[in-house]
């Protein structure tokens, strides 16, 4: 993937997308997905992970990534925001569901995966902790301290992180076996929405695909891949094939960042 530095990017019309460059972040890879299935064209922006990005925070206001620009208009930095700023670029396909009910549920459950708190979040509090482990060398250690202070790491939570995604990826295993019983292929019904395309995306933080389809240095594949044994226990194979099946079918392969 191309990218372009903040200053190159801040001049140009149309939609950017600032993204953290050579790594999978999930955030991220959501957004990318959803503007794919939604065939909106947009310029790749570079984020470097961590760091102070001072030009970027003078153009959105934030240093972090995803972040969505359209045009004059004000940055889309939240999941919520990007989606809705894709659904009214593009209606088609819709991606959230007309009805309430259905998009009631689709930014519940997208809250527990996307959310504070959530699965990424949490599975991001598991990674600090292991940064700032004993022997950590200083420049993990580093990027451990910036990240801790974005999602409020104690040790306590990073105990406590575990637990609630194991409770998450039932919550979503559960969604997709009441699914498929309906005669579903996704998670919430028949057609795909954005969910299926968050879960896809933040799978990875779990367990990464293969090396053809996800390629990652090794060491990151290590990090990114958990042998938490509450987490496995409730990583059901199902939730992995419909990862795999949400690729394969709407998302382009191998992965870039």
């Known amino acids: 993937m191309r990218y372009l530095d903040v200053e190159e990017a801040r001049a140009l019309p149309g939609l950017r997308l600032v993204l953290s460059a050579g790594v999978p972040g999930p955030w991220g890879e959501a957004a990318k997905a959803i503007l794919h299935v939604k065939k909106l064209d947009y310029t790749p922006v570079r984020q470097l992970p ?43 396909p819709r991606l959230v569901p007309e009805d309430p ?73 559960d969604l997709l076996r009441r699914s498929r019983e309906r005669g579903g292929g996704y998670l919430l019904g028949d057609r795909l929405t954005a969910l299926d395309l968050y879960w896809a995306a933040f799978a990875t933080l779990f367990e990464p695909m293969p090396n053809d389809a996800c390629p990652l240095p090794g060491a990151l594949r290590a990090m990114y891949t958990t042998p938490d044994p509450e987490i496995r226990a409730a990583l059901d194979p199902a939730l992995l094939a419909h990862r795999d099946f949400v690729y394969r079918e709407h998302l382009p392969l191998p992965m870039e960042f």
Not at 66 to 86: C, K, T
Request: net charge negative; with cysteine; glycine share 10%.
């Open 50 to 92: 961590a760091q102070p990005n001072p030009a970027l925070e003078a153009w959105t206001g934030r240093n972090d990534a995803p972040i969505a620009v359209l045009d004059d208009e004000r940055p889309r930095a939240g999941w919520a925001e990007i989606l809705l700023l894709a659904e009214r670029l593009a209606p088609e």
């Open 101 to 173: 009910e259905p998009r009631a549920l689709l930014f519940g459950y997208a809250h527990e995966i996307c959310g504070e708190q959530g699965l990424g979040w949490s599975r991001r509090l598991m990674l600090v902790h292991e940064r700032l482990g004993a022997g950590a060398a200083p420049a993990a250690r580093s990027i451990g301290e910036a990240l801790g202070r974005k999602y409020g790491y104690s040790p306590e939570a990073a105990e406590a992180a575990p637990r609630r995604c194991a409770g998450i990826l039932q919550l979503l295993a």
